[in-house]
Each structure stands twice: as C-alpha cells, then as structure tokens.
C-alpha cells in the first residue's frame, strides 16, 4: 500500500471526526505543544483529558480490586470503579494552528515513577485539585516546583461541595503569586478550554527569551 492510500485510509476511519484547517491544507505546519495534566487520585483528570480532546482519547483504565483499598481512599469518590494505570491522552486544536496534545498521569504513589517519562518535552502542566481533599495536590506541585515546569492550579469543583474563591485556594496551598489558580468543572469543556489557554499564556510569560 502506498504513503497515499494509507492516507486516504485513515481519513476514511476518521471521516466521523471534523478535520482542522491544519489538516486539509499540507503547506500549513501546526505548532505542536504537549500539556501534562497532574493531582491527586480521583480528582478528574481522565474527565478532564476525555470532555476536551476532538480525537477518541486513549485511556489506560483499569477496574479497581480489593487489593488497593488500603492505599486508595474512595471517601470522597465513593462511585469511583477504575484507575488510571498507565496515561490518558488526548488532542485539542487551539488558534487554527495551535494543537495541543495532553497526557494526565495516574495519580497513585505507586505510579509516580512514570511521571519523568511523561513530563519530558512538555511546555506546562494543568494541577487539578480537589477542596475536599487539597493535601493530594501537594506531591504534584512540589514536583513541578522542583523541575521548575510551568503550571496552573485548576480546582475541580465537584457538585454538592463548597465552592471558594481562588485566592482561598492560593492561600491554602501556599502557591505564589505568579501561578494562576481557577475554578472550573472537568466535565464541561469551555471551563477545561479555558485552563488550557491560561497555561498556555503563563508558560509563554515565563519562557526563556
């Protein structure tokens, strides 16, 4: 088979899914841009990767057994029956020519090793954190601290809990000035957007000239 009809298969698999300008026109070059999203256990990463990506995201998840139960606290997400194991991955088209490719990682200790591989390359990261549960955020800020990565606190702000301000959120985590902190909904794609945007406008402020 040639490179042209390997082509034409594959938009003949993908004819479901809108093609971007990109896409269509071959003297048009995406600038492409790998974004990390990153918390704690359950607070809404594979939502978060699966409501805004326009491919079918891959996802790495795995029924959850009575082996975890003593390291993985379901209090807070009691209806939760899969994990994350290895990534989640998805791709969003921004600005035409801007298209983002972002891989949530699992949020587990006994995960945390993959974390290296999966930040390599990348020009931010979104934290997603959980009010009822800030302290499971605290390993993935520290983390790109450390690296010094670009990154955002998004808080995910789960039906039937308090919501409060991003400030308060700031103050809680102890998180500098110069990080932006929003509030937002995993599960509604214009609030994840617009995470994605403001990531995107801090780690350009905070790019080396």
């Not at 990534?87 to 921004?94: A, C, K, P, Q, Y």
């Not at 945390?112 to 591989?117: A, C, K, P």
């Not at 605290?138 to 450390?146: I, K, M, T």
């Not at 039906?159 to 929003?182: C, I, K, N, S």
């Amino acid at each position: 088979m040639t490179a042209a009809e390997l082509l034409d298969a594959d938009a003949d698999a993908d004819a479901e899914e809108e093609l971007q300008a990109w896409q269509t026109d071959r003297t048009r070059a995406p600038t492409a841009t790998k974004i990390v999203v990153a918390g704690g256990f359950g607070v809404g990463k594979t939502t978060l990767v699966t409501v805004v990506s326009e491919i079918t995201p891959l996802r790495t998840e795995a029924l959850m057994t009575q082996a975890s139960a003593d390291t993985d606290d379901l209090s807070a997400t009691p209806e939760k029956t899969t994990t994350t194991v290895a990534m989640d991955f998805g791709r969003i088209t921004l600005d035409d020519d801007l298209v983002l490719y972002l891989f949530g990682t699992p949020g587990q200790q006994r995960f945390w090793f993959m974390w290296d591989d999966l930040v390599r390359g990348a020009i931010g990261a979104v934290v997603l954190a959980d009010t009822r549960r800030l302290t499971d955020c605290f390993p993935a800020l520290d983390y790109f601290e450390s690296c010094g990565l670009p990154y955002v606190v998004a808080v995910n702000h789960f039906e039937g809990t308090e919501r409060y301000e991003a400030e308060d959120v700031r103050e809680a985590l102890t998180v500098p000035d110069r990080v932006p902190v929003m509030i937002m909904d995993a599960r509604q794609r214009i609030p994840v957007i617009e995470s994605l945007l403001a990531l995107v406008g801090h780690a350009l402020d905070h790019a080396p000239e």
